[in-house]
Protein backbone atom coordinates (compact mmCIF):
# COMPACT_ATOMS: atom_id res chain seq x y z
CA UNK A 1 0.00 0.00 0.00
CA UNK A 2 2.26 2.96 -1.18
CA UNK A 3 0.11 6.02 -2.13
CA UNK A 4 0.78 9.35 -1.70
CA UNK A 5 -2.42 10.93 0.29
CA UNK A 6 -4.53 9.65 2.75
CA UNK A 7 -8.05 10.48 1.87
CA UNK A 8 -10.32 11.08 4.96
CA UNK A 9 -13.85 13.07 4.87
CA UNK A 10 -12.86 15.52 2.10
CA UNK A 11 -9.75 16.52 2.53
CA UNK A 12 -6.35 14.56 1.79
CA UNK A 13 -3.94 14.72 3.81
CA UNK A 14 0.08 13.48 2.92
CA UNK A 15 1.47 10.17 4.54
CA UNK A 16 4.75 12.44 5.73
CA UNK A 17 2.16 14.26 7.43
CA UNK A 18 0.42 10.99 9.23
CA UNK A 19 4.06 9.86 10.05
CA UNK A 20 5.17 13.02 11.77
CA UNK A 21 1.37 13.67 13.58
CA UNK A 22 1.77 9.78 14.75
CA UNK A 23 4.77 10.01 16.17
CA UNK A 24 3.68 13.54 17.87
CA UNK A 25 0.34 12.06 19.12
CA UNK A 26 2.45 9.51 20.41
CA UNK A 27 4.50 11.18 22.50
CA UNK A 28 1.78 13.10 23.68
CA UNK A 29 0.09 9.95 25.06
CA UNK A 30 3.51 8.41 26.66
CA UNK A 31 3.10 11.62 28.55
CA UNK A 32 0.19 11.67 29.84
CA UNK A 33 0.49 7.80 30.57
CA UNK A 34 4.09 8.74 32.71
CA UNK A 35 2.22 11.98 34.44
CA UNK A 36 -1.66 11.72 34.13
CA UNK A 37 -2.71 15.51 34.11
CA UNK A 38 -0.60 16.88 31.48
CA UNK A 39 -1.54 20.05 29.58
CA UNK A 40 -4.03 19.15 26.92
CA UNK A 41 -2.10 19.26 23.55
CA UNK A 42 -4.36 21.92 21.23
CA UNK A 43 -4.94 19.40 18.58
CA UNK A 44 -7.01 20.06 15.41
CA UNK A 45 -9.57 17.47 14.56
CA UNK A 46 -6.94 15.56 12.39
CA UNK A 47 -4.41 15.22 14.86
CA UNK A 48 -7.30 13.93 17.39
CA UNK A 49 -8.15 11.64 14.57
CA UNK A 50 -4.87 9.95 14.52
CA UNK A 51 -3.71 9.88 18.43
CA UNK A 52 -6.98 7.38 18.18
CA UNK A 53 -4.42 5.15 16.22
CA UNK A 54 -1.71 5.97 18.73
CA UNK A 55 -4.18 5.04 21.50
CA UNK A 56 -4.97 1.59 19.92
CA UNK A 57 -1.81 0.97 18.65
CA UNK A 58 -0.60 0.88 22.04
CA UNK A 59 -3.41 -0.36 23.65
CA UNK A 60 -3.38 2.58 25.77
CA UNK A 61 -7.21 3.73 25.37
CA UNK A 62 -8.74 1.60 28.20
CA UNK A 63 -6.29 2.54 29.98
CA UNK A 64 -6.91 6.75 28.79
CA UNK A 65 -10.90 6.16 29.61
CA UNK A 66 -9.91 5.83 33.61
CA UNK A 67 -7.21 7.77 34.43
CA UNK A 68 -6.26 10.64 31.63
CA UNK A 69 -7.52 14.10 32.77
CA UNK A 70 -7.50 15.31 29.40
CA UNK A 71 -11.31 16.36 28.06
CA UNK A 72 -10.30 16.30 24.60
CA UNK A 73 -13.54 16.20 21.47
CA UNK A 74 -16.88 14.40 22.15
CA UNK A 75 -15.37 12.00 19.53
CA UNK A 76 -11.92 11.54 21.42
CA UNK A 77 -14.13 10.86 24.74
CA UNK A 78 -17.00 8.89 22.61
CA UNK A 79 -13.85 6.40 21.52
CA UNK A 80 -11.89 5.76 24.77
CA UNK A 81 -15.33 4.76 26.87
CA UNK A 82 -16.01 2.80 23.96
CA UNK A 83 -12.56 1.28 24.04
CA UNK A 84 -13.44 0.86 27.75
CA UNK A 85 -16.65 -1.12 27.28
CA UNK A 86 -15.14 -3.52 24.34
CA UNK A 87 -11.77 -4.55 26.39
CA UNK A 88 -14.14 -5.16 29.98
CA UNK A 89 -16.43 -6.93 27.84
CA UNK A 90 -13.59 -9.35 25.76
CA UNK A 91 -12.00 -9.36 29.51
CA UNK A 92 -15.03 -11.53 30.69
CA UNK A 93 -15.60 -13.98 27.49
CA UNK A 94 -11.40 -14.99 28.49
CA UNK A 95 -12.45 -15.08 31.89
CA UNK A 96 -15.20 -17.28 31.31
CA UNK A 97 -13.10 -19.20 28.86
CA UNK A 98 -10.10 -19.60 30.79
CA UNK A 99 -12.50 -21.17 33.86
CA UNK A 100 -14.23 -23.48 31.26
CA UNK A 101 -10.82 -24.70 30.18
CA UNK A 102 -9.21 -25.12 33.66
CA UNK A 103 -12.47 -27.30 34.74
CA UNK A 104 -11.55 -29.74 32.34
CA UNK A 105 -7.85 -29.69 32.92
CA UNK A 106 -8.54 -30.29 36.22
CA UNK A 107 -10.77 -33.24 35.82
CA UNK A 108 -8.61 -34.71 33.52
CA UNK A 109 -4.96 -33.14 36.03
CA UNK A 110 -3.35 -31.76 32.84
CA UNK A 111 -1.25 -29.38 33.74
CA UNK A 112 -1.65 -26.22 31.28
CA UNK A 113 0.40 -22.98 32.15
CA UNK A 114 -0.90 -19.45 31.58
CA UNK A 115 1.14 -16.85 29.92
CA UNK A 116 1.72 -13.20 29.68
CA UNK A 117 -1.74 -11.38 29.59
CA UNK A 118 -3.54 -14.52 30.88
CA UNK A 119 -1.00 -14.47 34.00
CA UNK A 120 -1.39 -11.06 34.82
CA UNK A 121 -5.31 -11.24 34.44
CA UNK A 122 -5.69 -13.83 37.09
CA UNK A 123 -2.79 -11.93 39.41
CA UNK A 124 -4.89 -8.83 39.28
CA UNK A 125 -1.96 -6.43 37.80
CA UNK A 126 -3.92 -4.23 35.71
CA UNK A 127 -6.99 -2.44 36.90
CA UNK A 128 -10.69 -4.10 35.55
CA UNK A 129 -11.16 -3.27 31.91
CA UNK A 130 -7.47 -1.32 31.61
CA UNK A 131 -5.43 -3.90 29.54
CA UNK A 132 -6.43 -5.21 26.26
CA UNK A 133 -5.86 -9.05 25.12
CA UNK A 134 -5.85 -10.12 21.64
CA UNK A 135 -5.42 -13.67 22.83
CA UNK A 136 -4.61 -16.42 24.90
CA UNK A 137 -1.45 -17.72 25.43
CA UNK A 138 -0.61 -21.35 27.12
CA UNK A 139 2.65 -23.38 27.18
CA UNK A 140 2.01 -26.88 27.35
CA UNK A 141 4.79 -29.98 27.96
CA UNK A 142 5.16 -32.57 25.22
CA UNK A 143 2.78 -35.25 27.16
CA UNK A 144 -0.04 -32.87 26.85
CA UNK A 145 0.05 -31.73 23.83
CA UNK A 146 -2.03 -33.90 22.09
CA UNK A 147 -4.59 -33.01 25.23
CA UNK A 148 -4.84 -29.54 24.92
CA UNK A 149 -5.58 -29.75 21.10
CA UNK A 150 -8.36 -32.02 21.32
CA UNK A 151 -9.57 -30.47 24.31
CA UNK A 152 -9.51 -27.06 22.65
CA UNK A 153 -11.67 -28.59 19.87
CA UNK A 154 -14.06 -29.65 22.20
CA UNK A 155 -14.27 -25.99 23.39
CA UNK A 156 -15.42 -25.47 20.23
CA UNK A 157 -11.93 -24.45 18.38
CA UNK A 158 -9.91 -25.85 15.75
CA UNK A 159 -6.64 -25.63 14.33
CA UNK A 160 -5.72 -22.21 12.26
CA UNK A 161 -1.90 -22.69 11.13
CA UNK A 162 1.15 -21.53 13.35
CA UNK A 163 4.82 -20.91 13.14
CA UNK A 164 8.23 -22.25 15.18
CA UNK A 165 6.86 -20.40 17.97
CA UNK A 166 3.03 -22.00 18.89
CA UNK A 167 0.07 -23.77 17.14
CA UNK A 168 -2.91 -21.25 16.55
CA UNK A 169 -6.47 -22.20 17.30
CA UNK A 170 -9.66 -20.12 16.39
CA UNK A 171 -13.19 -20.10 17.04
CA UNK A 172 -14.68 -22.49 14.24
CA UNK A 173 -17.27 -19.90 13.39
CA UNK A 174 -14.69 -16.76 14.01
CA UNK A 175 -15.46 -13.63 11.56
CA UNK A 176 -13.47 -10.90 12.39
CA UNK A 177 -14.85 -7.75 12.41
CA UNK A 178 -13.05 -4.92 11.07
CA UNK A 179 -12.62 -1.90 13.66
CA UNK A 180 -10.31 0.41 15.46
CA UNK A 181 -8.82 -1.08 18.57
CA UNK A 182 -10.36 -3.18 20.71
CA UNK A 183 -14.15 -5.29 19.16
CA UNK A 184 -15.37 -7.62 21.84
CA UNK A 185 -17.14 -9.51 18.97
CA UNK A 186 -13.77 -10.19 17.30
CA UNK A 187 -13.06 -13.99 18.34
CA UNK A 188 -10.71 -15.15 21.14
CA UNK A 189 -7.41 -16.95 19.62
CA UNK A 190 -5.68 -19.23 21.54
CA UNK A 191 -1.84 -20.13 21.23
CA UNK A 192 -0.55 -22.79 22.47
CA UNK A 193 3.17 -22.61 22.92
CA UNK A 194 5.70 -26.04 23.84
CA UNK A 195 8.77 -23.27 24.28
CA UNK A 196 8.94 -19.85 25.09
CA UNK A 197 11.25 -18.02 22.69
CA UNK A 198 12.51 -14.86 20.65
CA UNK A 199 14.36 -14.47 17.40
CA UNK A 200 16.89 -11.98 18.89
CA UNK A 201 17.22 -11.33 15.68
CA UNK A 202 18.53 -14.18 14.14
CA UNK A 203 19.44 -16.74 16.85
CA UNK A 204 16.71 -18.09 19.00
CA UNK A 205 16.63 -17.17 22.70
CA UNK A 206 14.54 -19.66 24.79
CA UNK A 207 13.75 -19.53 27.92
CA UNK A 208 11.10 -22.02 29.30
CA UNK A 209 13.67 -23.87 31.61
CA UNK A 210 12.59 -22.32 34.84
CA UNK A 211 9.08 -20.61 34.17
CA UNK A 212 7.40 -24.00 35.34
CA UNK A 213 6.01 -23.78 39.04
CA UNK A 214 7.86 -26.41 40.74
CA UNK A 215 4.66 -28.44 41.62
CA UNK A 216 2.34 -27.84 38.65
CA UNK A 217 -0.64 -30.13 38.51
CA UNK A 218 -3.98 -30.52 36.93
CA UNK A 219 -5.26 -27.17 35.98
CA UNK A 220 -4.06 -23.74 34.94
CA UNK A 221 -1.54 -22.89 36.89
CA UNK A 222 0.96 -19.52 36.81
CA UNK A 223 4.63 -19.08 36.35
CA UNK A 224 6.54 -19.95 39.24
CA UNK A 225 7.26 -16.45 40.33
CA UNK A 226 6.87 -13.02 39.66
CA UNK A 227 10.44 -12.92 38.70
CA UNK A 228 9.95 -16.00 36.41
CA UNK A 229 6.50 -13.70 34.50
CA UNK A 230 9.03 -10.24 34.07
CA UNK A 231 11.85 -12.78 32.15
CA UNK A 232 8.87 -13.43 29.87
CA UNK A 233 7.42 -10.05 29.56
CA UNK A 234 11.04 -8.70 29.26
CA UNK A 235 12.10 -11.37 26.37
CA UNK A 236 8.37 -10.69 24.52
CA UNK A 237 8.60 -6.58 24.41
CA UNK A 238 12.13 -7.04 23.63
CA UNK A 239 11.21 -9.03 20.06
CA UNK A 240 8.44 -6.95 19.30
CA UNK A 241 11.08 -4.24 19.80
CA UNK A 242 12.73 -5.58 17.37
CA UNK A 243 10.02 -5.43 14.99
CA UNK A 244 9.17 -2.50 15.62
CA UNK A 245 6.10 -3.17 17.30
CA UNK A 246 6.64 -2.35 20.81
CA UNK A 247 3.47 -1.55 22.52
CA UNK A 248 3.29 1.36 25.39
CA UNK A 249 1.15 -1.46 27.37
CA UNK A 250 3.92 -3.62 27.13
CA UNK A 251 6.49 -1.21 29.53
CA UNK A 252 3.23 -0.63 31.68
CA UNK A 253 3.01 -4.24 32.04
CA UNK A 254 6.86 -3.77 33.23
CA UNK A 255 6.43 -1.09 35.54
CA UNK A 256 3.36 -2.84 37.04
CA UNK A 257 5.19 -6.03 37.43
CA UNK A 258 8.40 -5.23 39.28
CA UNK A 259 6.18 -2.42 41.43
CA UNK A 260 7.82 -2.84 44.85
CA UNK A 261 10.49 -5.69 43.59
CA UNK A 262 13.59 -5.34 46.11
CA UNK A 263 17.23 -5.87 45.17
CA UNK A 264 16.90 -9.86 46.11
CA UNK A 265 13.83 -9.83 43.26
CA UNK A 266 16.20 -8.32 40.51
CA UNK A 267 19.14 -10.79 41.45
CA UNK A 268 17.01 -13.30 40.57
CA UNK A 269 16.18 -12.05 37.10
CA UNK A 270 20.08 -12.28 36.23
CA UNK A 271 22.88 -14.97 37.33
CA UNK A 272 25.24 -11.88 39.31
CA UNK A 273 27.82 -14.60 39.28
CA UNK A 274 28.86 -14.82 36.02
CA UNK A 275 28.44 -11.71 33.62
CA UNK A 276 28.29 -14.15 30.52
CA UNK A 277 24.79 -15.50 31.80
CA UNK A 278 23.75 -11.91 31.86
CA UNK A 279 20.19 -11.23 29.77
CA UNK A 280 21.45 -9.03 27.38
CA UNK A 281 18.35 -8.52 25.86
CA UNK A 282 16.70 -7.20 28.84
CA UNK A 283 18.47 -3.82 28.46
CA UNK A 284 16.74 -2.50 26.10
CA UNK A 285 12.83 -2.76 27.78
CA UNK A 286 14.39 -2.12 31.44
CA UNK A 287 15.81 1.33 30.00
CA UNK A 288 13.01 2.15 27.97
CA UNK A 289 10.75 1.25 31.02
CA UNK A 290 12.46 3.43 32.89
CA UNK A 291 13.20 6.55 30.32
CA UNK A 292 9.31 6.45 29.30
CA UNK A 293 7.69 6.02 32.97
CA UNK A 294 10.07 6.60 35.43
CA UNK A 295 10.37 3.13 37.10
CA UNK A 296 13.18 2.44 39.55
CA UNK A 297 15.64 -0.11 37.63
CA UNK A 298 18.78 -0.73 39.87
CA UNK A 299 21.81 0.96 38.30
CA UNK A 300 23.97 -2.13 38.83
CA UNK A 301 21.56 -4.07 36.88
CA UNK A 302 21.53 -1.93 33.89
CA UNK A 303 25.18 -1.49 33.92
CA UNK A 304 25.00 -5.55 34.01
CA UNK A 305 22.56 -5.75 31.12
CA UNK A 306 23.86 -3.23 29.35
CA UNK A 307 27.66 -4.14 28.96
CA UNK A 308 26.27 -7.76 27.25
CA UNK A 309 23.93 -5.67 24.86
CA UNK A 310 25.39 -4.51 21.33
CA UNK A 311 26.44 -1.09 21.04
CA UNK A 312 24.25 0.13 18.93
CA UNK A 313 21.26 -1.19 20.46
CA UNK A 314 22.12 0.25 23.76
CA UNK A 315 22.82 3.58 22.05
CA UNK A 316 19.29 3.03 20.55
CA UNK A 317 17.92 2.25 23.63
CA UNK A 318 18.99 5.07 25.48
CA UNK A 319 18.30 7.96 22.68
CA UNK A 320 15.32 6.69 20.18
CA UNK A 321 11.82 7.43 21.20
CA UNK A 322 9.15 4.99 21.79
CA UNK A 323 7.76 5.85 18.20
CA UNK A 324 10.77 4.27 16.71
CA UNK A 325 10.34 0.66 18.17
CA UNK A 326 6.61 0.67 17.68
CA UNK A 327 3.65 0.61 14.94
CA UNK A 328 3.65 4.11 15.56
CA UNK A 329 6.40 4.03 12.93
CA UNK A 330 4.56 4.58 9.56
CA UNK A 331 7.08 3.24 7.46
CA UNK A 332 8.65 -0.26 6.14
CA UNK A 333 11.97 -0.42 7.30
CA UNK A 334 13.99 -3.27 5.23
CA UNK A 335 15.94 -4.42 8.54
CA UNK A 336 14.76 -3.05 11.59
CA UNK A 337 16.32 -5.80 14.00
CA UNK A 338 20.30 -5.57 12.35
CA UNK A 339 21.40 -3.43 15.64
CA UNK A 340 20.07 -6.56 17.51
CA UNK A 341 22.75 -8.39 16.26
CA UNK A 342 25.93 -9.41 18.34
CA UNK A 343 28.31 -10.50 15.47
CA UNK A 344 28.65 -10.22 12.42
CA UNK A 345 28.22 -13.57 11.07
CA UNK A 346 24.57 -13.01 13.24
CA UNK A 347 24.00 -9.91 11.34
CA UNK A 348 24.23 -11.87 7.90
CA UNK A 349 22.22 -14.65 8.55
CA UNK A 350 19.74 -12.25 9.89
CA UNK A 351 20.01 -9.90 6.44
CA UNK A 352 19.90 -13.25 4.36
CA UNK A 353 16.56 -14.69 6.19
CA UNK A 354 14.67 -10.86 6.28
CA UNK A 355 15.82 -10.07 2.50
CA UNK A 356 15.50 -14.10 1.35
CA UNK A 357 13.09 -15.79 3.35
CA UNK A 358 12.68 -19.09 3.07
CA UNK A 359 9.52 -20.82 1.45
CA UNK A 360 8.22 -21.75 5.26
CA UNK A 361 8.35 -18.14 6.53
CA UNK A 362 6.29 -17.02 3.41
CA UNK A 363 3.62 -19.41 3.97
CA UNK A 364 3.75 -18.66 7.73
CA UNK A 365 3.70 -14.46 6.65
CA UNK A 366 0.71 -15.46 3.99
CA UNK A 367 -1.18 -17.35 6.82
CA UNK A 368 -1.01 -14.38 9.20
CA UNK A 369 -2.13 -11.87 6.93
CA UNK A 370 -4.73 -13.88 5.68
CA UNK A 371 -6.43 -13.55 9.11
CA UNK A 372 -6.66 -9.82 8.97
CA UNK A 373 -8.32 -6.95 7.49
CA UNK A 374 -5.99 -5.57 6.14
CA UNK A 375 -4.55 -7.84 4.62
CA UNK A 376 -6.30 -7.97 1.45
CA UNK A 377 -5.51 -4.54 0.95
CA UNK A 378 -3.04 -2.58 -1.50
CA UNK A 379 -0.41 -4.97 -2.74
CA UNK A 380 2.84 -5.00 -0.29
CA UNK A 381 1.95 -8.56 1.16
CA UNK A 382 0.34 -9.93 -2.23
CA UNK A 383 3.42 -9.13 -4.26
CA UNK A 384 6.15 -11.33 -4.20
CA UNK A 385 9.80 -10.69 -2.05
CA UNK A 386 11.18 -9.68 -5.20
CA UNK A 387 8.49 -6.64 -5.99
CA UNK A 388 8.09 -5.61 -2.78
CA UNK A 389 12.47 -5.52 -2.35
CA UNK A 390 12.24 -3.74 -5.90
CA UNK A 391 9.22 -1.40 -4.11
CA UNK A 392 11.18 -0.94 -0.85
CA UNK A 393 14.25 0.37 -3.21
CA UNK A 394 12.69 3.03 -5.35
CA UNK A 395 9.79 4.47 -2.89
CA UNK A 396 9.39 4.19 0.82
CA UNK A 397 6.12 2.11 1.42
CA UNK A 398 3.67 2.38 4.43
CA UNK A 399 3.30 -0.30 6.95
CA UNK A 400 -0.50 -1.79 5.68
CA UNK A 401 -1.68 -2.24 9.49
CA UNK A 402 -0.76 1.43 10.31
CA UNK A 403 -2.06 2.59 7.32
CA UNK A 404 -5.40 0.66 7.09
CA UNK A 405 -5.60 1.74 10.96
CA UNK A 406 -5.64 5.23 9.98
CA UNK A 407 -7.95 5.00 7.69
CA UNK A 408 -10.35 3.65 9.84
CA UNK A 409 -10.10 6.57 12.18
CA UNK A 410 -10.08 9.53 8.95
CA UNK A 411 -13.37 8.23 7.90
CA UNK A 412 -15.41 6.66 11.13
Known amino acids: MNVGRVHGGATGVSLRQVAATLRRTTEALLLE ?94 GAGERPMSDIDLLVRDPQRA ?30 PDGLGEVAGCPVRIEVHERVAERLPATRVD ?4 LWPLAASGGLCGYVSRVALLRHLLLHTAGNMSTRWLRAMQLLDLARVTAGFDDDDWRELVDVSGEASAPWW ?47 HLWVGALPALAWS ?60 VLHAVLRSLTA
Open 282 to 328: AYPPLRLMQRVLGADVPEWLLSLTRRRCPRALAWQSEHRSVADFSGS
Open 33 to 126: LAHPGTPQPAWDEFEWRVARVAAAIHGLSAWLAVHSRWRGPDAWQSFLHSQRHQTLSRELQITEQLRALDNLARRDRQPVMLLKGAAMLTLGIH
Open 147 to 176: WLHETLQHLGYAPSGGDERHDIFERVDAIV
Open 207 to 210: ITAG
Open 342 to 401: RTPVEMIRYAHARLCPGATQLVHLAERVRRQPWGSEGAWYTHSQGARLRRWLISRPARPQ
